[in-house]
């Protein structure tokens, strides 16, 4: 996950893993948890609302999500190279 989360580029297509039941929880101001049964990944408000709309569209650019935490989401095992 560490090398793949190295070598990304804005085209490359992430998608959520299956079988994670994700969920995104306002833990209070400025503090955001996605929970999944690849454990906790706490959030400020902005990456917030990219999670919230990765979750509604279970796809997303690295791009669109921000290098930073599209690396986050690969090493936590979140997402993976979507290949289709």
Known sequence: ????STALAD?????????LSPSL???GPGRYVLR???GDLVLDGG??????ELLSAATATA?????????RLVVAG????DLR
């Open 63 to 71: 791009a669109d999500l921000g290098h930073d935490l599209a690396r």
């Open 47 to 52: 990456e917030a609302a990219r999670v919230a």
């Open 36 to 38: 999944s049964r690849a």
């Open 25 to 27: 929880d306002d833990e």
């Open 11 to 19: 085209h490359d297509r992430l998608r959520l893993r299956a079988h």
């Open 1 to 4: 996950r560490l090398a793949a």
């Open 78 to 81: 979140v997402v993976v190279h």
